[in-house]
Every structure is written in structure tokens, then in C-alpha cells.
């Protein structure tokens, strides 16, 4: 099966605005991928002025801020490191039952990377869910609006990337399969590890980019 990828490009940006961004962009994926019955919401981001649209589908929120809160927690623990969340969909196909064990095939044909580029060094944090903004001073408060417009301006590049492959990039879509709820295909969700090292990220990186399938019991 034709696995296509999308390397979305990489943001700068600092802890507090982690949540936001990952929210607009992981919505805005799944929501032009949803093929099933969706009610549209409109939200506007609280740090830019951007809007973007979800699913309506509160199941598919909760899990999506989950995993944010797993990716908030893992940059805590791992400062000054660029890091990667990959969002991927898949078939899943049984394959025939051997003396051992039932397998499953998952067959990936999209996914998406998400490259992040966190500043560390502006945070004060003693928890993963409250972390607070140092004041820079009035003499780099220039500079960090500064550097929120830019922010804001990539983040948009980032969602006409989105569009511009989903409009693009069609005929790699499997049938829609017999699935409720607004996201038609099964996915996941991916976050570094607390194990990763920059080599293994490399290594699987590569091998989710092949889209061979991975064997679950």
C-alpha cells in the first residue's frame, strides 16, 4: 500500500503555546480526514489570531488532548531538544490465523509530522499542566510580539500545507470503512518516547515512512 507523507514545517515556539498549536494543527488534519458525520465547530486561539475548525466530536477531543498533555510532559523532560508528534491512519486488515496467534495488520497510507522547536529557557514550571511565562522585561517585550507574529504567520503556512495536500493528495485514500462516529478511519497518535535518542527517532522515522505494515497480536 502507498503510503504518503507529509513533513509539515518546523515551529518555533515556547512552552505555554504548545497546547494551542497542536490542538489547531491535529484538528485541522483530522478534520479534513473525517469523512464520516461531522458538526463543525468553529474556535478561535486565545494566543493568535487564528481559527480553525473541529470535528464536534468530544471523544476525538479527549483524546487528542491527552496526547498533548503526554507531549507537554515528555519536552519538560527533555529541554532544548527538537521534537517530532506523527499523526497516522491506517486499514486494518486480519491476516490468516496461524497455530500460534490471530494477526492483525495495520496498513499506514498517510501520515503527518509535526516538527516542533521548543524554547525552554523562557518557562518556569513545577508541573506538567500549569506552566507559567517568565516576564521577559519591558526591554524584550518587543521582541517576544515579535516573534509571536512570526509564530503566527508560520502556524498559517502549516494549515494551507494541510489544505494544499489534502486537495492534492487523494487517490492514496482507501474506501471509507463501516466506522461510527466523525472520524471514518481508524488512527493514531505518536509522541517521543521517554526512551527516544535522536538515532532511534531516525530509525523510525524511516520505517513508518516505508508504510510496511506492523504486526499486532
Same mark, same amino acid.
Given at each position: 500500500m502507498n503510503c504518503e507523507v507529509c513533513q509539515l514545517k518546523e515551529l518555533e515556539l515556547e512552552h505555554f503555546e504548545i497546547r494551542e498549536v497542536l490542538r489547531c494543527i491535529l484538528h485541522t488534519i483530522v478534520f479534513h480526514r473525517a469523512l464520516g458525520l461531522v458538526r463543525p465547530k468553529d474556535v478561535d486561539l486565545e494566543?493568535?489570531?487564528?481559527?480553525?475548525?473541529?470535528?464536534?466530536?468530544?471523544? %476525538?477531543?479527549?483524546k487528542i488532548d491527552e496526547k498533548i498533555e503526554q507531549f507537554v510532559c515528555w519536552v519538560e523532560k527533555h529541554p532544548n531538544k527538537k521534537s517530532q508528534i506523527c499523526l497516522s491512519f491506517y486499514e486494518v486488515k486480519n491476516k490468516q490465523?496461524?497455530? @500460534?496467534?490471530? &494477526?492483525?495488520?495495520? %496498513?499506514?497510507?498517510?501520515?503527518?509530522?509535526?516538527?516542533?522547536?521548543?524554547?525552554?529557557?523562557?518557562?518556569?514550571?513545577?508541573?506538567?499542566?500549569? =506552566? &507559567?511565562?517568565?516576564? =521577559? $522585561?519591558?526591554?524584550a517585550l518587543e521582541d517576544r510580539n515579535a516573534r509571536s507574529a512570526a509564530l503566527e504567520a508560520s502556524l498559517r503556512e502549516?494549515? @494551507?500545507?494541510?489544505?494544499? @495536500?489534502?486537495?492534492?493528495?487523494?487517490?492514496?485514500? =482507501? =474506501?471509507?470503512?463501516?466506522?461510527? $462516529?466523525?472520524?471514518?478511519?481508524?488512527?493514531?497518535?505518536?509522541?517521543?518516547?521517554?526512551?527516544?535518542?535522536a538515532f532511534g527517532m531516525d530509525m523510525i522515522k524511516r520505517m513508518l515512512q516505508t508504510g510496511h505494515p506492523t504486526m499486532l497480536s
Open positions: 494566543l493568535f489570531d487564528v481559527t480553525y475548525v473541529q470535528c464536534g466530536e468530544a471523544e %476525538l477531543e479527549k490465523a496461524s497455530w @500460534f496467534s490471530n &494477526k492483525i495488520e495495520r %496498513l499506514y497510507w498517510e501520515q503527518w509530522y509535526i516538527n516542533l522547536n521548543v524554547a525552554q529557557h523562557k518557562v518556569h514550571s513545577s508541573k506538567c499542566h500549569h =506552566p &507559567k511565562v517568565v516576564d =521577559p $522585561g519591558e526591554g502549516v494549515l @494551507f500545507q494541510i489544505i494544499k @495536500f489534502v486537495n492534492e493528495k487523494k487517490d492514496h485514500v =482507501p =474506501p471509507i470503512p463501516n466506522l461510527e $462516529g466523525a472520524v471514518s478511519f481508524p488512527y493514531e497518535i505518536t509522541i517521543p518516547s521517554s526512551s527516544d535518542s
